[in-house]
């Protein structure tokens, strides 16, 4: 399976932006990714509009929103061989979304087949935090991780 993201252009048609070839990518990966409203790549954030197939390609048509900005307290995880990272952030707004908690995950488990059951969830259970409710997910290329923001509201 092959995962291409496509980039939405002014004419509503668009261009291919970014490709993961067949072999280089686990196919959870490419589920996880399609589960997250938001991606980050190259200093950039894009907004998932569509998420559509041909044949055997993923295909992630984004919109670009402008330069990902940076929160207080942001990670850097450089050393991938920790494994995967999600972490949890309660959204108040776009500046402020500290974060609650983050889960690391074996990448040598379930990896990213783990990271998809959270993705798919619109209620989390974070330790130590409580239930809050899914707002959005973003995959943070940059970073080398996931983010779920979450609000307080429950049920």
């Known amino acids: ?9 002014t004419d509503d048609s668009y261009e291919p932006l970014y490709t993961y070839k067949e072999g280089t990518i686990d196919p959870n990966e490419i589920y996880a990714r399609q589960l997250c409203e938001y991606f980050v790549k190259n200093g950039l954030q894009y907004e998932l509009i569509s998420n559509e197939m041909e044949q055997n390609m993923e295909m992630l048509i984004v919109k670009e929103i402008g330069p990902s900005i940076r ?6 995880y450089t050393n991938t061989n920790e494994g995967l990272h999600l972490e949890f952030r309660q959204y108040n707004s776009p500046s402020d979304m500290p974060l609650l908690y983050t889960l690391e995950i074996n990448k040598y488990g379930r990896g990213h087949w783990d990271i998809i059951r959270y993705l798919l969830k619109d209620y989390i259970d974070i330790p130590g935090i409580g239930i809050r409710k899914r707002d959005s997910a973003e995959l943070d290329e940059d970073r080398n991780c996931y983010v779920m923001y979450v609000t307080p509201e429950i049920y």
């Open 71 to 76: 929160i207080e307290g942001e990670r850097l």
């Open 1 to 9: 399976m092959e995962l291409t993201y496509f980039s939405l252009r």
